[in-house]
């Protein structure tokens, strides 16, 4: 697997269409893509030619980061993918400076962020039909 940060549009279409089949196709996500893509920076890992997983990150406050949009396509998941995405992000924003990273979580992967190093600061909330929690891991 090969991770590749990318910051322009015309460069990150594969996370896009990622994002679009794990949250809008499989998870009922209306919406899913917002004015924050064209800022922040991409991370896709690709097998061989395919990309395969995604997240993104962005600046939240002083010295915090904000991943989000991480997503594993269906066939690929059970494989590490999900952590070492986390895992490139974390790397990628002490690199940049930063000393926290927050997210917010579906209730059902609260448990993989946890394996991690996430803790939960926030109670439950719906963002869409789905509830979420937010959680914070200090780098």
Known sequence: MTA???KSPQDFGDALN???TVFVKEQGFANEFDETDKTCDHLIL???????GC??????????WHIGRVAVLPEYRGKGLG?????EAEKRVLELGGKMLCL?????AEGFYKKLGYRTVSEPYL?????????EKIL
Not at 83 to 87: D, H, N, S
Not at 104 to 108: E, G, H, N, P, R
């Open 4 to 6: 590749v940060w990318r």
């Open 18 to 20: 990622i994002r679009e």
């Open 46 to 52: 690709y097998d061989g030619e395919k990309a395969v």
């Open 55 to 64: 997240a993104r990150i962005f600046p939240d406050g002083e010295a915090g």
């Open 83 to 87: 952590a070492r995405l986390l895992c």
């Open 104 to 108: 917010s979580a579906q209730m059902q």
């Open 127 to 135: 963002d869409e039909h789905c509830p979420h929690v937010r959680m």
